[in-house]
């Protein structure tokens, strides 16, 4: 297996080119982040005057003048069409959080193919953030603490099942399954406690909840391997 392209010890900021709430990526990039771009998300920093890390994609979406103007070494083609650009970035990033902006929104089929990509690598732990949104492929164990009555949503992508604490209505004993059972539009009655048996259960919650989202991740357990 090849060296990740960018490695770091902080958490890492992904930029995509699809929609993206403008004031909460202006918000994150405050934080100093290390930023990244997913091929035609470097233009969304560049009009910031920013120059990303790395830019990493099969570079069908940058325009070739922004392309010339990146310096030397920050540009990462991969030109297979066999996996998508976030995919192509998730792969090649190593860092304890990657917050992906950019990536939710507007097309129903890439916000699919993100949550796709999510499943298929779960040692990346990841959140995509949208313009309603946070979304993330839920770690075996997950102490959450946010407000009673906040929506909280599950969404299997294979079979899978846990045990829960906080929720209205528990999810223990149940088998999820994307033709099947699925726990959408479920609430908050307490402190949150949730338990998968793997790695296969997106956990959506409102863009509100990510602080609190980003804090309990912190204490989490190490998350999922990846997958053989």
Do not use: F, K, Y
């Given at each position: 297996m090849k060296p990740a392209i960018v490695r770091k010890s902080t958490p890492v900021l992904l930029v995509g080119g699809g929609d993206c709430p403008e004031d909460a990526l202006n918000a994150a990039l405050t934080e100093g982040l290390p930023a990244v771009a997913a091929d035609g998300g470097a233009a969304r920093l560049l009009s910031r005057g920013l120059v990303p890390e790395a830019v990493i994609g099969d570079m069908d979406s940058l325009a070739t003048a922004a392309l010339d103007g990146l310096p030397p070494g920050v540009v990462h083609r991969i030109e297979e069409q066999d996996s998508t650009d976030f995919d192509k970035c998730l792969r090649n990033i190593e860092a304890p959080l990657i917050l992906g902006y950019g990536f939710l929104g507007a097309r129903l089929d890439?916000?699919?193919?993100?949550?796709?990509?999510?499943?298929?690598?779960?040692?990346?732990?990841?959140?995509?953030?949208?313009?309603?949104?946070?979304?993330?492929?839920?770690?075996?164990?997950?102490?959450?603490?946010?407000?009673?009555?906040?929506?909280?949503?599950?969404?299997?992508?294979?079979?899978?099942?846990?045990?829960?604490?906080g929720l209205r209505w528990p999810i223990d004993g149940i088998r999820f399954a994307p033709g099947g059972r699925v726990g959408t539009s479920n609430a908050v009655s307490g402190p949150v406690l949730l338990e998968m048996d793997a790695a296969l259960m997106a956990l959506i919650l409102p863009v509100t909840a990510l602080d609190e989202l980003r804090a309990a991740l912190k204490d989490a357990p190490e998350g999922w391997p990846a997958r053989s």
């Open positions: 890439h916000q699919l193919a993100a949550l796709t990509v999510l499943a298929g690598r779960p040692e990346r732990r990841c959140i995509l953030v949208g313009r309603e949104d946070v979304v993330m492929l839920c770690p075996p164990s997950l102490h959450l603490a946010i407000e009673p009555g906040s929506r909280l949503s599950l969404w299997p992508l294979g079979p899978v099942g846990g045990r829960s604490e």
